[in-house]
């Protein structure tokens, strides 16, 4: 079709540089901005010392070798950060331009960018356009929790390097944004010895517990035993697949995957994603390493040889639904009839969402352009030029090195799928949902209608906890679960409130097809926010300067704040840090208006029954304060972590937003957070003298320290190391130590540069 990219402005010079102020306003993770990166190897021999640590098998994968250098991203500064390469196929040591892992807090503890100390980039390897990952993962995140990507500048000692894929990491950072935990069974689905025609990490089950760790990259501090668990109950008891496994999650993983031709993981080669237990029990995937996206791989997991064009256009949606051995997770859920519908449902909306709106392309188009001037001036891309301009449109290459022009591939894949029997099936209609009362009060019971056609099965699907898995209840056209009259097509059901956002979905089905409501869910959901009457609005654990009692006493302290237009009678009411007692206090007699505050002295200074002074203490270190009224039913609660001085833990926005640090506002509309976890306390200062040195140097600290001190080469070997108590100094001996830079770092995190002489 040879369609040429859009005309490009002409960029100059001072275009291409971002200025600092604008750069550091942006998520590193923001895939409209061309991040900079800069690494300062302490070695200028940098690169032969990494293809050597790769060739040892110590510099990728789950190697451990790093070489040291300082990094700026984006202007902010790093010092003494370990880097290697990273990746297997995409990392070759005769190659100027492979992808690398950086470790902020190598050796520096605590050193992170914006909630990460692990910096992925990727070198778009086997990628002509170059935007396959980034848009891939964009894509993917309309549906699931997936990782983020992003572009970046690389520099390496001051030259540039090109253009590369910045790959958020899939870290207990992004388990607890995603899961609100990190500390359960976790596992990256990627074995030491692929075999292309193999197992690999397929979730097929394996009596030998011992062949997991071959094949599963274990994250967390345990887990073998679970996943061995996991992998039994999907081979012989898929029945139950909902009571172990995240399915919806599930069908998202694999119908994304489908859809964008993503043949490097689970759906053809059985590796490069990740899975976690959460809390609630269940399993979740991951999507990872999307680089060959958009048919970038020519094998599909059976093919001798690669697949041709027309191919991969015609790839079957249906991929491997039989092969119970070879791909589990496929043939499991895609033999259950209901779960084969919502996965046809799921694929559809990626089709129409994304593919036949030319949405992938659009975006794709507006990634050329944002790094074009980049790559044109690029000098160690893996293709041409013209080849980055020409793949976003046109097929690159042939046979072996056959790269899909994106569109190209989406414009014979997307009427194949629709020409789909499956695909073409008629689906229920979900009309928009009523609910009433429209704002129901906590603890009260409330009614979802919706007019529905074709459905014989309607579902609702719902929660009290973001991290939670949804409960179902079936709706009824039957004249007695508010649904109206019997058969009239408007389905009911009636739902519990609590004090907790409600969140739901709705899926309808037939014998040939399924539906959503939203159609992204259940990653997309509605909310119903109950009725907020009284609310604990703020609260201070840790009050030093803050304000004082009638008595002058800087005493912990609780706000209430009502949300409602009516004045609420608190007479009765209670409040209590003991969920065994949950009329721990009670209120006296004392009213609070509409839009008013109220706040209560937690003390235990409660000599006269009509002060507003609790029997309790909050506790610094954190509990959980509950809210209730005469009968103790529960209108509002807060469970706290660690308290710091003068810093209060509220709402915000004020009365209805999720609590967090906030700079204090007594009795008064609760501001912005603080921007917590931060250290509020103060440091010492850890130096050196003499530096440079020789044959001993003194290690001082500005106040008496018990710690361990490490002294490292740049190479990041440990060459000392030396506890000291309760010492504000101490003497190291380095006679045996040739001349050159060195790092020194103690238990707490603070470091210096020693350079010998």
């Known amino acids: 079709m040879n369609k040429q990219p859009p005309m490009k402005l002409l960029f100059t010079s001072t275009l291409l540089l971002f200025s600092t102020y604008y750069i550091n306003a942006q998520s590193f993770f923001n895939v409209d901005v061309v991040h900079k990166v800069e690494i300062t190897f302490f070695d200028d021999n940098w690169d032969h010392i990494l293809d050597s640590l790769a060739s040892d098998g110590a510099g990728t994968g789950s190697g451990t070798g790093r070489i040291l250098a300082d990094v700026i991203i984006d202007g902010t500064e790093f010092d003494s950060c370990g880097v290697r390469y990273k990746g297997n ?100 689905c990627d074995p030491e010895t692929f075999d292309i025609y193999g197992d690999n990490s397929n979730l097929a089950y394996h009596p030998d517990s011992m062949d997991y760790a071959l094949l599963y990259d274990m994250k967390s501090d345990y ?56 809390d609630n029990g269940k399993w979740s995937i991951v999507i990872w390493d999307v680089n060959m996206s958009f048919g970038g791989l020519l094998w599909d997991g059976t093919n001798l040889l690669p697949l041709g064009f027309d191919a991969l256009a015609t790839q079957d949606p249906f991929l491997h639904d039989d092969a119970v051995d070879f791909r589990p997770l496929i043939a499991q859920l895609l033999s259950n009839p209901k779960y084969r519908r919502m996965y046809v449902a799921h694929y559809k909306t990626i089709v129409a969402e994304t593919i036949s709106n030319n949405h992938y392309l659009n975006r794709a188009e507006t990634m050329h352009d ?48 629709n020409g789909l029997t499956e695909f073409g099936y008629t689906q229920p209609t979900i009309n928009p949902i009523t609910v009433s009362p429209a704002d129901p009060a906590p603890y009260t019971v409330a009614t979802f209608t919706t007019n529905i056609t074709d459905a014989s099965v309607v579902q609702f699907n719902y929660r009290y906890n973001e991290f939670d898995y949804f409960l179902t209840q079936t709706m009824y056209d039957d004249g007695a ?30 014998p040939l097809a399924g539906k959503f409501s939203p159609v992204r869910a259940a990653y997309e959901y509605y909310t119903l926010v109950p009725r907020k009457g009284l609310v604990i609005n703020e609260l201070s654990a840790n009050n030093a300067t803050i304000a004082t009692d009638e008595d002058g006493d800087y005493d912990d302290w609780i706000e209430l704040y009502n949300n409602s237009d009516e004045t609420i009678d608190l007479d009765g009411y209670h409040l209590s840090d ?86 204090p506002t007594f009795n008064a509309e609760n ?38 001190l490490r002294l490292y080469s740049v190479t990041g070997r440990l060459m000392l190391e030396q506890a000291i108590t309760d010492q504000s100094n101490v003497e190291l001996d380095i006679s045996n130590l040739v001349a050159g830079l060195y790092i020194i770092t103690d238990t707490q995190g603070r470091f210096f540069k020693l350079m010998v002489d």
Request: glycine content about 8%; hydrophobic content about 35%.
């Open 578 to 663: 003991d969920a065994g007692d949950m009329g721990k206090w009670t209120f006296p007699a004392v009213s609070i208006a509409p839009g008013e505050y109220l706040i209560l002295w937690a003390d235990r200074d409660t000599l006269d029954a009509t002060d507003l002074h609790t029997n309790f203490r909050l506790s610094a270190g954190g509990e959980v304060l509950s809210l209730s009224d005469a009968d103790e039913q529960l209108l509002d609660q807060v469970d706290f972590a660690e308290q710091y001085e003068d810093i209060t833990y509220g709402r915000f926005e004020n009365g209805i937003g999720t609590f967090d640090y906030l700079y």
């Open 671 to 708: 501001t912005a957070p603080v921007g917590l976890e931060e250290e509020v306390k103060e440091i010492p200062v850890l130096s050196a003298y003499p530096n440079p040195a020789q044959n001993q140097v003194t290690v001082n600290y500005s106040t008496a320290q018990t710690t361990v």
């Open 89 to 188: 196929s995409s990392m070759d040591t005769t190659s100027n331009k492979n992808p690398f892992n950086i470790d902020l807090n190598y050796i520096v503890s605590g050193q992170e960018y914006q909630g990460k100390d692990k910096i992925k980039l990727a070198n778009c390897y086997t990628d002509p356009s170059m935007v396959r990952e980034a848009l891939t993962y964009e894509l993917a995140n309309l549906y699931m929790d997936g990782p983020r990507a992003s572009f970046v500048a690389l520099y390496i000692n001051e030259e540039y390097r090109g253009i590369y894929t910045n790959t958020e990491s899939v870290d207990n950072e992004f388990l607890s944004k995603h899961y609100g935990s990190s500390n359960n069974p976790f596992f990256k």
């Open 370 to 417: 944002l790094i074009s001037p980049y790559v044109e001036t690029e000098p160690y891309s893996h293709y041409p030029f013209d080849d980055f301009n020409a793949n976003l449109y046109d097929n690159v290459g042939f046979w072996f090195d056959l790269r899909p022009g994106l569109e190209e591939l989406m414009d014979a894949r997307e009427p194949y799928l």
């Open 481 to 510: 679960h508010g649904d109206g009259g019997a058969g009239d097509g408007v389905y009911g059901v009636e739902i519990p409130i609590l004090a907790t956002d409600l969140e739901y979905y709705i899926y309808a089905e037939n």
């Open 223 to 278: 887990g073998y035993e679970a996943l061995q668990d996991l992998t039994y109950q999907l081979e012989h008891e898929p029945a139950t697949v909902g009571d172990y496994l995240d399915v919806d999650r599930a069908l998202w993983f694999l119908a994304v995957s489908s859809a964008y031709v993503h043949n490097d993981g689970y759906t053809a080669f059985g590796h490069n994603f990740y899975v976690y237990k959460m």
